[in-house]
């Protein structure tokens, strides 16, 4: 999903934006909410929505700060088992100027949605004692010095 070239035109981006813009952000993040969704799309063929929600509240100028030296939002999908739970899906990354990723007046959002077919990564048990599906997501928010901060979704559960 995360091609060469774009990480390419971020780094450069935060290059730009370090030597333009001097001044830090003024306030550490510390807070992250995520959010999944897993719906049905009953069109043909049939499909699984997947909508990710990944809120860091700050002010606009912070925001804005954030992403141009570099900051992002880097999400990892989870199926949960008895025991360690499994990465299913991810590391999944998106910087400054990527679809979904936005700054506005009430932090930095990850919006973002697509489909799968049914039996996808989803599917996280398909045995026939254990079928049902319980998914989730973590998302960081990552900064541009490295300092991160760490999120669990709610679980979705269903017959992926
Ligand atoms: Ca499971
Ligand atoms: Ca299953």
New binding site residues.
């Given amino acids: 999903m995360k091609s060469v070239l774009n990480r390419l035109a971020a780094a450069a981006v935060a290059t730009v934006g370090v030597i333009g813009l001097m001044t830090p952000p003024a306030q550490a993040a510390t807070v992250i909410t995520a959010h999944l969704e897993i719906g049905f799309n009953t069109g043909v063929p049939a499909a699984r929505t997947i909508n990710l929600s990944v809120h860091v509240p700050m002010d606009e100028y912070d925001a804005n700060g954030y992403l141009i030296h570099g900051g992002r939002i880097q999400v990892r999908f989870y199926g949960s088992d008895s025991g360690t739970d499994p990465v299913i899906y991810g590391p999944v990354t998106w910087y400054r100027g990527d679809y979904g990723l936005t700054a506005g007046p009430d932090g930095i959002r990850l919006d973002y949605g697509w489909e799968v077919p049914q039996g996808s990564f989803l599917?996280?048990?398909?045995s026939w004692v254990?079928?049902?599906?319980e998914v989730y997501i973590v998302a960081k928010f990552i900064d541009g010095d490295g300092a991160t901060i760490t999120a669990e979704s709610n679980i979705e559960e269903g017959?992926?």
């Fill in positions: 599917n996280e048990d398909d254990n079928n049902g599906d017959i992926y």
